[in-house]
């Protein structure tokens, strides 16, 4: 009995060694984080996310160039004048005297806040107040332009191109006489858009 006692004490013994064996680990246990640390790590993202947004804002507003001052309205005239020269050909006499009139009549209103492309040239020259903005000769010189302009533009009266450099050189010299500081050099300004 002894014997035996001893056998099954030694196969108990095999047999806790062998399940020991069978419920071993094959990883690690894995930590599962708490929720509430997810939680802060989260908000703590979207925090520095909109801190990073912000700041780019601001450094983007600290580095952006000065606004530039528009150009005074004489000088964008002049530059609008001088594409105009395109079209300073017999041929196209018509849109010639367009463009240099509607140049002309946006420079009355931009600098002398004047309504010339709301009237027409008869209206606009039997307003005594409008007048008053110009000298006797001037106001010669702008009645005779625009008389000439109307004449080609709305009778298709034909002009040679001495005519169409008279009328361009009259524009040229009223504006830089009536809008432009004395002595200031006139600015090219590749952006000028001719009006249409």
């Not at 509607?102 to 209206?123: C, N, V, Y």
Request: proline content about 7%; hydrophobic content about 40%.
């Amino acid at each position: 009995m002894s014997a035996f006692a001893g056998t099954s004490h030694l196969l108990a013994q095999e047999e806790t060694e062998v399940s020991q064996a069978d419920i071993l680990d094959i990883k690690d246990p894995i930590f599962l984080l708490d929720p509430m640390l997810l939680l802060f790590i989260a908000i703590g993202i979207l925090v520095a996310a909109i801190l990073f947004w912000i700041a780019v804002i601001i450094f983007k507003r600290m580095t952006r160039p000065p606004e530039l001052a528009p150009p005074p309205p004489y000088e964008v005239a002049l530059n609008h004048l001088r594409k105009a020269r395109n079209w300073l050909e017999p041929e196209t006499t018509e849109r010639f005297c367009t463009e240099v009139s509607t140049i002309m009549r946006g420079f009355l209103e931009a600098h002398f806040k004047l309504p010339a492309s709301e009237q027409t040239t008869e209206e606009f020259f039997n307003n005594s107040a409008h007048m008053d903005n110009f000298s006797a000769d001037q106001r010669v010189e702008l009645k005779e332009f625009s008389e000439q302009c109307d004449l080609a533009k709305f009778a298709n009266y034909g002009l040679g191109t001495a005519e169409m450099e008279e009328l361009y050189a009259t524009a040229e010299t009223f504006i830089e006489t009536t809008g432009k500081p004395g002595g200031e050099p006139v600015k090219e300004n590749p952006d000028a858009i001719t009006p249409s």
